[in-house]
């Protein structure tokens, strides 16, 4: 295996977590051989910050999307991005959306009989539910998208919870297996100091309990549902926490305001985009939970950034990026409702004993790193390729 091209239909500098994914896997993967990471021209990037990888990036043109943080790719109207691909010498494709880009890639294995695998990241119906309120509609989409799959040579699903709902509800009948993702983050050294840290830059008293939310402020992620549970919980007695929101997003005006509507602008911090990676692995060492009620996220990497630091994940029933978790035993898992989440979380609160033995098991069971996993991509390239 020489040449590896990756392909996605998004890139830096929007920030998500396949974006991180594919990043950890190209940087990794250079290690092994050639890498290439094929992606679409986004707001804001640079031509000097792409040659500053340690990979090729190759991008194509793109509309920009106004009411949303993605740009549309076209790389079928760009004949410079299609000539690149032909002349980038690459022998396995792995495509990391089924969109504009990695149909191009697909397209590009099956003309030259290159094999060709599929990371299955989001829950696209939830996706296309919204614009596509037509049912017809949605369904010639999801077949358009499930072409792209089931055209690969392998899939893999990020969770086992997400592979039974490709194989049960979207039709996937390419080959599947479970292909866990890690973080490139290191259990902090001194929890003390990273405490001391986090207290100093955003205000936080000492004794304070933290909770954590790492990622896009948008509604998407229920993170108002957070918001609003919080709200509960400080009704039925929860005192002296902190919730810190770490992000940027579309929703920022509408969080504020409901804190504000719930009463909560003395407990909500607004920390903004955090990129520096000490600083992250503060702020999930200094949390004492990372709530997550999202039923968006398909396995998101801050629940495997969280346990690395021995700091458990609150999920609601139902979310597919809990699939991982055992409850009470290595995170903890919420029934439906808002009131039901706040009365989990004090009961969390109210048994140190049972929490420090659900924190040090999310750590040993939860935390990967892409070293090891991207160990064994490669050795499923090579497989493939000798197929």
């Known amino acids: ?22 990043d950890n896997y190209a940087r990794r993967l250079t290690k092994y051989c050639d890498v290439v990471v094929f992606c679409p021209e986004t707001r804001g990037f640079s031509r000097k910050e792409d040659a500053k990888m340690p990979y090729k990036v190759i991008r194509c043109s793109s ?66 539910e919204k614009p596509l309120k037509f049912k017809p509609a949605l369904n010639v989409a999801m077949d358009a998208l499930m072409r792209v799959f089931n055209a690969c040579d392998q899939c893999w699903a990020v969770n086992a919870g997400i592979q039974e709902l ?15 993702n890690a973080t490139d983050h290191r259990p902090v050294a001194d929890k003390d100091k990273a405490a001391q840290i986090v207290n100093q830059t955003y205000n936080i008293p000492q004794e304070a309990t933290v909770f954590l939310f790492v990622g896009r402020i ?48 003395d407990e909500v911090v607004m920390c903004g985009l955090v990129s520096d990676r000490e600083m992250l692995e503060n702020l999930y060492s ?15 990497l801050v629940q495997i950034e969280a346990a690395c630091q021995g700091t458990p994940t609150v999920f609601l029933e139902g979310a597919r990026t809990a699939a991982t978790v055992k409850p009470g035993v290595n995170g903890y898992v919420s029934a439906p409702g808002e009131e039901n989440f706040a009365r989990l979380v004090l009961a969390i609160l109210a048994d140190e004993a049972a929490y420090a033995r659900v924190s040090a098991a999310a750590q040993r069971d939860l935390y990967l790193n892409w070293d090891d996993v991207v160990r064994d991509v490669y050795a499923d390239y090579c497989a493939l390729a000798g197929r």
């Not at 943080?69 to 959306?97: C, K, N, W």
């Not at 997550?292 to 996220?297: G, I, K, M, N, R």
């Open 286 to 300: 200094r949390a004492k939970l990372f709530l997550f009620p999202s039923l968006y996220d398909a396995n998101s």
């Open 63 to 128: 509309l920009p999307l106004i009411s949303y943080d993605y740009d549309i790719p076209t790389p079928a109207l760009d004949p410079v991005f299609e000539a690149r691909v032909v002349l980038s010498g690459i022998d396995m494709v792995h495509i990391h959306s089924p969109f504009a880009v990695g149909l191009a890639g697909v397209a590009y294995a099956k003309l030259h009989h290159l094999p060709a695998v599929a990371t299955l990241h989001s829950q696209y119906k939830q996706d296309f």
């Open 218 to 265: 948008n509604f998407i992620k229920n993170i108002d549902f957070t918001v609003r549970a919080l709200a509960k919980a400080k009704e039925m007695g929860l005192r002296n926490f902190r919730m810190l929101f770490v992000g940027k997003g579309q929703d920022e005006d509408k969080l504020a305001k409901l804190v504000k509507e719930l009463g909560l602008e």
């Open 1 to 22: 295996m020489k040449k590896v091209g990756l392909f996605i239909d998004t890139w830096y500098p929007m920030v998500d977590g396949v974006i991180k994914v594919v």
């Open 166 to 180: 490709y194989q049960q509800e979207y039709g996937l009948k390419a080959p599947c297996k479970v292909r866990l």
